[in-house]
T-cell receptor
């Protein structure tokens, strides 16, 4: 089946540093969604990107969808302890169901 | 609104035992899903129901069965549990096809 690769698997940053996670697909995605899962919690929807080259911002979070709709990124500026968790991308190929990436676990060093 | 409610939160089974995980949503969503989450493997789709009365296999359906009891409820059954089914199980729902998913709090299942 189709796969969405996500890197890195883990990221440890000092509080205040920036953080980026990347998702890549070998085939074109219809759209991509991003979720955040706090430790011990459940995934919570953050955003959906649909258009080629789309960029959306939520406060310190910036989401991008590649021009070819095969990759996406999430960038967090000046991380805070509340950003701790695992960030998942999830892509849709054609009319298929969501395919989740393996996630990037972010830990913050105070 | 409660959103998506899953029961139980925790369960320990012995190999060969059976159990049903319950899921209910009060958002009038059409589609419902069951995922399992294992370390380093993200969320993998077990079964889904695009609408009341329909169910379809996902990526990892073997060893599971589902029932879409009505629009609100979607249950997952393990007929004969195996250690490989030790995982965290999440139920999710969405209004339709490509909408954001709303997840329940999960069921942590251990099979010994």
């Amino acid at each position: 089946g189709q796969q969405v690769m996500q890197i890195p698997q883990y990221q440890h940053v000092q509080e205040g540093e920036d953080f980026t996670t990347y998702c890549n697909s070998s085939t074109t995605l219809s759209n991509i969604q991003w979720y955040k899962q706090r430790p011990g919690g459940h995934p919570v929807f953050l955003i959906q990107l649909v258009k080629s080259g789309e960029v959306k911002k939520q406060k310190r979070l910036t989401f991008q969808f590649g021009e070819a709709k095969k990759n996406s990124s999430l960038h967090i500026t000046a991380t805070q302890t509340t950003d701790v968790g695992t960030y998942f991308c999830a892509g849709i190929f054609g009319n298929e169901k969501l395919t989740f990436g393996t996630g990037t676990r972010l830990t913050i060093i105070p | 609104n409660a959103g998506v409610t899953q029961t139980p939160k925790f369960q320990v089974l012995k190999t060969g035992q059976s159990m049903t995980l319950q899921c209910a949503q009060d958002m009038n969503h059409n589609s419902m899903y069951w995922y399992r989450q294992d370390p380093g493997m993200g969320l993998r789709l077990i079964y889904y129901s695009a609408s009341e009365g329909t169910t379809d296999k996902g990526e990892v359906p073997n060893g599971y069965n589902v029932s879409r009891l009505n629009k609100r409820e979607f249950s997952l059954r393990l007929e004969s549990a195996a250690p490989s089914q030790t995982s965290v199980y999440f139920c999710a729902s969405e209004i339709q096809g490509t909408s954001p998913l709303h997840f329940g709090n999960g069921t942590r299942l251990t099979v010994t």
